[in-house]
């Protein structure tokens, strides 16, 4: 058994800097724009390891002082100059009522900042800790932390939480905006810690160093995440972006350090419930059958990567590289047509599905649907029925990344789809081969549709959901998709320490490589 | 054709898998575990757990105004709960609590009060000590003004109180000044906690 610890995982990603995190400065705190108060010279954080609570890029700086500001130069709030670095403090800004932690007794409780535009109700704003919802009024969010400090969120819109409510760190709370109960204020997040300093009481203590550390923390956060299983049946990890955590990160895989192709990416978008308290959310998993063009019997050495969706660059998964020694496959069966429009609508690719052997043996089948229509067997979930021509033929939802179907993304077998006579099982997973430059894929059962000897002679594929709104595989595959928390198939333990010799003696037929552009037959 | 009749799977048949051992386990590893419940996650240098004093006599018509939920949650505050001497809010507002805290938020006729209560005190040797220039229930206080909400906070019971008035309307008088900040805190009335008097 491998583990990887906590540590390792969260620690270990690579440092590298986005092109925003480049270009960040800011001033030190306490220094105030000239003329508008006395500010606290303060090098402590007082909320250490926040996350930051504006999505995107943010800028800190005062909403009275700056252009467009009450006190400010003329101009428009939405100028340049109040969206650029380097931020500035304004906590302490002059204002009347009391506030002890500032040099004159007086001042502003929190620090102003602008999200990445002067759009209102569209920059997220998140939640800067684990913690509860503890009032929400006109314009204010209160979230109180365990330690009972309180983080308040002010002027937002589209507020996304209720009072009592439990949030995690990174959830949505709302957008930032400029909604200040009828008054009119710039489109801004004002933002507030309150603590109990002992021998004081609850008063508001600076907000800008706590903000700087947090913004520093996001853009030096790369694409990170881990390679957990590789082995010739799948490949399955997960990869997340703290900068952008609602996003699905793609990883690129690289085979023998030759330039990946587009074809070899996959995306960590599958739900899977053990990352979520890690990550703050969900769905940042991959699973996928392994790349079959590896299937020749040699060592292939494969690297799986992160790719920043900000700046495009690659950033290593933890356990990789690896290497991957898949023997050629025994083929059996039938070779079915594929269409291109057919092997499109299936998301088949030759880097994931195209097998290099002589399937020439096999007898020629009925063409392969011209997409997928799979759904989940309404009593077990872990039960995908797929139509074939006249037929169902079950598939675990398991195997599901053979296909690149998502089993989550499918709606339940309707009685239409039950009624339907029962196929054999359908293939595990996609096989793609050329025969004399036609593309072919491989159904172990002989050929589809009913017959399952190879030389079928079935109608046509039929959707019998159509008319009462039956999804398709095809409108909701995601490319190489996971099993959305599906637990591995036991098929993945079953094959360690499966020797070469075994499987020959097994298999009979190694088929010979030949590696050809395929040439897709046009039906 | 050569169509021997092959009833079941495509035999993957896969040999020498570089990756031979278990489906070893990969998954990210939860967090290490930190005290969330009474030991509350911050830096225990810094942070000073109050024993707070409860009060003797729980206000009876004011508990009953509250909501079920309100006083179920209420008996789990490790401090003594004060809430506002108003039935037609005490109806609406929604208690929460944490390992060390309690907060309490009501809403009504364009008003939104909140009261919180926490018994954890941050200590920063170098923050000397510092009294209110007001006065709330008896006690030293500050008020504060922010961005429109009217903000008293004073020591009491060995708890750190605050309460924020916060209108829809910026030229609603209650959250100007400190008069009706002042006056509702001064009307508090205490309901009880885990650690008080039923």
């Not at chain 1, 502003?108 to 503890?134: K, L, M, P, Y």
């Not at chain 1, 923390?217 to 010739?232: F, H, K, N, W």
């Not at chain 2, 006690?139 to 109180?161: C, K």
Request: proline share 7%; glycine share 10%; with cysteine.
């Amino acid at each position: 058994m491998k583990r990887v610890l906590a540590a390792v995982l969260l620690g270990v990603a690579t440092l590298a800097t986005t092109a925003y995190a480049e270009d960040f400065t800011f001033l030190p705190p306490g220094d105030l724009i000239a003329g508008s108060g006395d500010g606290r010279v303060d090098a402590k954080v007082y909320a250490p390891g926040l996350l930051f609570p504006i999505q995107g890029k943010a800028y800190a700086n005062s909403q009275v002082y700056m252009t467009g500001g009450l006190y400010g130069p003329s101009g428009s709030q939405c100028a340049p100059v109040n969206f650029s670095y380097p931020w500035r403090d304004n906590y302490c800004e002059e204002r009347s009522w009391d506030m002890p932690l500032c040099p004159a007794g007086t001042g502003h409780q929190g620090q102003d900042i602008r999200a990445a535009s002067c759009e209102g109700n569209v920059h997220g704003a998140i939640a800067v800790v684990d913690g509860t919802i503890t009032s929400i009024g006109s314009y204010s969010v209160y979230l109180t932390a365990p330690d009972g400090t309180r983080y308040d969120y002010l002027h937002m819109d589209s507020v996304q939480v209720s009072v009592g409510e439990k949030v995690k760190r990174g959830d949505l709370l709302g957008k930032v905006s400029n909604n200040f109960g009828g008054t009119s204020t710039s489109v801004h997040l004002h933002f507030n810690i309150k603590q109990n300093i002992a021998n004081i009481g609850s008063v508001y203590v600076p907000p800008y160093l706590s903000l700087v550390t947090a913004y520093q923390a996001t853009l030096s956060q790369p694409p990170r995440g881990a390679l957990e299983l590789a082995d010739c049946e799948r490949l399955v990890g997960w990869a997340f972006d703290p900068e952008k955590p609602g996003a699905a990160v793609a990883v690129e895989l690289d085979v023998d350090a030759t330039p990946p192709s587009n074809e070899a990416q996959l995306l960590a978008d599958r739900e899977r419930s053990d990352l979520c308290d890690t990550l703050g959310s969900c769905n940042h998993a991959f699973a996928a059958a392994s790349p079959l063009s590896l299937f020749d019997g040699a060592t292939h050495a494969v690297r799986l990567r992160a790719i920043d969706a900000e700046d495009a660059t690659r950033h290593e998964l933890l356990e990789s590289p690896t290497t991957l020694a898949c023997a050629p496959l025994e083929l059996t069966g039938a070779r079915r047509p594929l269409a291109e429009a057919t092997a499109t609508a299936w998301k088949l690719t030759s880097f994931w599905d195209e097998l290099t052997a002589d399937a020439s043996a096999l007898p020629e089948g009925k063409a392969l649907p011209s997409a997928p229509k799979a759904f989940v067997d309404p009593s077990d979930a872990k039960l995908i029925w797929v139509l074939d021509g006249a037929t169902r033929r079950k598939l675990a939802a398991s195997d599901a990344p053979g296909w690149h179907m998502d089993p989550a993304a499918l709606k339940d077998a309707g009685a239409a789809v039950l009624e339907l006579a029962e196929g054999p099982p359908f293939p595990r997973r996609a096989v793609w081969v050329t025969v004399e430059g036609l593309a072919y894929v491989v159904d172990d059962a002989g050929g589809g549709g009913g017959g399952g000897n190879g030389t079928p002679s079935l109608p046509e594929p039929t959707d019998p959901e159509a008319t009462s709104g039956g999804n398709s595989a095809s409108a909701s595959c995601a490319v190489h998709a996971s099993t959305a928390g599906a637990p591995l198939a036991p098929a993945v333990g079953s094959m360690k320490n499966t020797t070469s010799i075994g499987a020959l003696a097994i298999g009979g037929l190694l088929l010979v490589a030949r590696r050809r552009r395929s040439r897709l037959r046009s039906r | 054709m050569l169509a021997p009749r092959l009833v079941g799977i495509l035999a993957l048949v896969v040999a020498g898998c570089a990756e031979s051992g278990d489906a070893f386990d990969r998954r990210p590893p939860k967090p290490t575990p930190t005290a969330v419940t009474k030991a509350a996650p911050v830096d225990a240098r810094k942070a000073l757990v109050g024993t707070p004093s409860w009060p003797t006599s729980v206000d009876g018509p004011a508990l009953k105004e509250l909501s079920e939920a309100a006083r179920r949650e209420l008996a789990h505050s490790p401090v003594p709960v004060l809430v506002v001497d108003e039935p037609k809010l005490l109806r609406t507002a929604v208690i929460t609590t944490g390992p060390h805290w309690y907060a309490l938020s009501t809403k009504d006729g364009g008003l939104t009060t909140a009261l919180h209560g926490t018994r954890l005190a941050h200590d920063y040797p170098e923050i000397p000590p510092a009294r209110g220039r007001s006065e709330v229930r008896g006690r030293p206080a500050f008020i504060t003004e922010n961005e429109g909400i009217v903000s008293a906070s004073w020591l009491e019971n060995g708890v750190a109180y605050s309460l924020d008035l916060e209108c829809f309307e910026r030229q609603d008088t209650r959250c100007q000044g400190a008069a009706h900040v002042t006056a509702i805190a001064n009307r508090l009335r205490y309901v009880g906690g885990e650690g008080g008097t039923r």
